[in-house]
């Protein structure tokens, strides 16, 4: 893999109605459809000299959608949909209100790192070990140059932690990226080998 592009899933229904993400399962809104076709065409122009892309997403409905959008546009064959992309585990906090939510978060406890929010839920440390696995064996698996992951906004800063090669727990409560709904990251190695990120969060093709 010399060539990672991340891309958040367009707007879910949890973003426009207040209500919890994490393992909820909401489909795009309207806005967010037309989010992932844009992204879509724009990806296609992109990477429209690319011989070889795999294309990996999160198992939820909303990466699901936004995948099968570049899916379409790329004429990718197979879509690898992994429950190992999913975004933070909330667990109690699955399918409710913000407001419901809050009455059951859990008090914070020290490190950040090992605190989670919510019964039967993950720490930030769980999520990245999580993801850490999850691109290893991406890593391990696939034989093109250049592969696409459709995820969500925690799981992408984890895997953008991944790329360089972050993994000391100050570095990793402290070091973050703002991720927003279709959204592109494009990280690469460079000639010389240098872990580098291209793109951050770029959004200019939603305007």
Not at 93 to 119: C, E, F, H, R, V
Not at 147 to 176: P, R
Request: hydrophobic residues 35%.
């Amino acid at each position: 893999m010399k060539e990672l592009i991340l891309i958040r899933h367009g707007e879910a229904e949890h973003l426009a109605n207040k209500l919890t993400g994490g393992w909820s399962d909401h489909p795009l809104t309207a806005l967010g459809m037309q989010q992932a076709l844009k992204t879509a065409k724009t990806i296609f122009s992109y990477l429209s000299e690319r011989a070889h892309i795999s294309l990996y997403s999160s198992d939820l409905i909303r990466a699901q959608t936004t995948a099968q959008q570049i899916q379409s546009h790329l004429k990718i064959n197979y879509i690898h949909y992994h429950l190992g992309l999913r975004e933070l585990n909330n667990g109690i906090a699955k399918n409710i209100s913000i407001g419901d939510a809050k009455k059951l978060l859990n008090p914070i406890t020290g490190p950040t790192l090992d605190w989670t929010p919510y019964q039967n839920g993950e720490s930030w440390r769980m999520l990245s070990q999580r993801i850490n696995q999850t691109m290893e064996e991406i890593h391990s698996q696939t034989h093109d140059d250049t592969v696409i992951i459709i995820s969500h906004a925690n799981a992408i800063i984890c895997m953008i932690h991944w790329w360089l090669n972050i993994t000391e727990d100050h570095h990793l409560t402290n070091i973050m990226y703002s991720i927003d709904p279709c959204s592109i990251t494009h990280l690469i190695q460079d000639k010389h080998g240098c872990l580098t990120i291209k793109k951050l969060n770029d959004t200019s093709h939603l305007k």
